[in-house]
């Protein structure tokens, strides 16, 4: 067996492919310093192998927060070791008043925009190399901003060449999402179904599902950096909110659950209750399926749902002809009533997004 198939089985094919880029940038950042003879031309690898990301949209987001934090570093610095140089002279309190005003207000500034994070310690290198009057700051500066773009310039092209798109990974997650969701239904409608409350799984699955949905949020932010069709990044964003809209249903039904007795009026509709959920989890399933395959979901599975939906609102209906719910207290009433729309509301939410769906193409 060879090397590269046992680091296959060790480490994702996504991390061996962004270890590798890295490394690649980084390597060709060093040659060119080489070849350019720059004096610190190891900064411009530090910026290659810090903006380089696992996906292009976020190395576009790295290197412009790079870049502009070092951009107003190198000026900030430059100007103030420039004009304290000029009022007081060489020495340690040139030094240490350039220092403390320039860092003082760069720290100002990142608190401003986190983009500019960078530039207190772009300002501090270029303080200290112009200490002693030397070298002239502002040409520091420029030195520390271009060895800096030269890095930058590397990691975005060896991304675009090997390009992973946040988009691809983004579309991956949204149908993690959509099987998290899943997992969560099952453990709610086994928890008020068999009359047992299972405090750790559900808690279990809504921590996952909150999860992946912060992280589906941070590459929703990167994908909207890259090129692309605007249209895709309006899909990706509804797909966003209409999970985001499922997991509220999901919460009201475990909020419904959580300390209800185990026996109630739901049990009347044992059976239309059993298939509303287990329909609406093969429809999150199948539409998971589609959205990582990019493909048009399979019709069965919104068949079955409308029919569950169907099958739980005429039984429903026909409870309260017979006036059964009129035996159960308030409390009980409430109770079933928050579970079911919460159901029911999940149902029509995911009814809605397959049949769009079923109704359009593959967004390649």
Not at 2 to 7: G, P, S
Not at 134 to 151: K, P, T
Not at 154 to 160: G, R
Not at 279 to 290: C, E, N, S, V
Request: aromatic share 6%; glycine share 8%.
């Amino acid at each position: 067996m060879t090397i590269a198939l046992r680091l296959s089985k060790l480490i994702p094919a996504s991390q061996l492919r962004h270890a590798v880029r890295t490394a690649l940038a980084a390597t060709v950042t060093a040659l060119l310093t080489q070849v350019l003879h720059l004096e610190q031309g190891y900064w411009a690898v530090f910026s290659t192998i810090l903006v380089m990301q696992t996906n292009f949209g976020s190395s576009i987001a790295a290197s412009w927060a790079r870049l502009l934090g070092t951009g107003a570093g190198a000026f900030l610095g430059a100007l103030m070791a420039t004009a304290v140089d000029a009022l007081l002279g060489q020495g340690m309190p040139t030094l240490a008043t350039a220092m403390f005003i320039t860092i003082f207000f760069c720290a100002l500034l990142a608190a401003k925009n986190d983009n500019l994070r960078l530039a207190g310690l772009t300002a501090a290198i270029v303080i200290c190399l112009h200490e002693g009057g030397r070298n002239s700051a502002f040409a520091i500066g420029l030195s520390r901003f271009m060895e800096v773009g030269l890095g930058i310039v590397v990691a975005l092209a060896v991304s675009l060449a090997w390009p992973s798109r946040a988009r691809v990974v983004l579309r991956f997650g949204l149908g993690k999402g959509l099987e998290q969701l899943a997992d969560l239904l099952a453990a709610l409608m086994d928890s008020r179904m068999q009359g047992r409350y299972d405090r750790p799984r559900v808690f279990h699955r809504k921590d996952a599902v909150l999860r992946l949905s912060m992280r589906n949020r941070e590459l929703f932010g990167s994908a909207r950096l890259e090129p692309g069709p605007s249209g895709q990044g309006e899909t990706l964003n509804a797909l966003l909110t209409m999970q985001d809209r499922l997991a509220e249903h999901l919460l009201a039904m475990d909020h419904a659950i959580e300390d209800a007795p185990p026996e109630g009026f739901h049990q009347h509709l044992h059976a239309e209750l059993t298939e509303l959920g287990a329909a609406l989890g093969q429809a999150l399933r199948t539409l998971a399926t589609a959205l990582q395959d990019d493909a048009i979901p399979d019709a069965p599975a919104l068949k079955r749902l409308e029919t569950a939906l169907d099958q739980s609102e005429m039984k429903l209906l026909d409870l309260r002809q017979q006036r059964i719910i009129a035996v159960y207290d308030l409390d009980e009433v409430m109770h079933f009533y928050s579970f079911y729309h919460g159901l029911r509301g999940a149902a029509r939410e995911l009814r809605a997004e397959y049949a769009r769906r079923l109704n359009a193409t593959p967004a390649s």
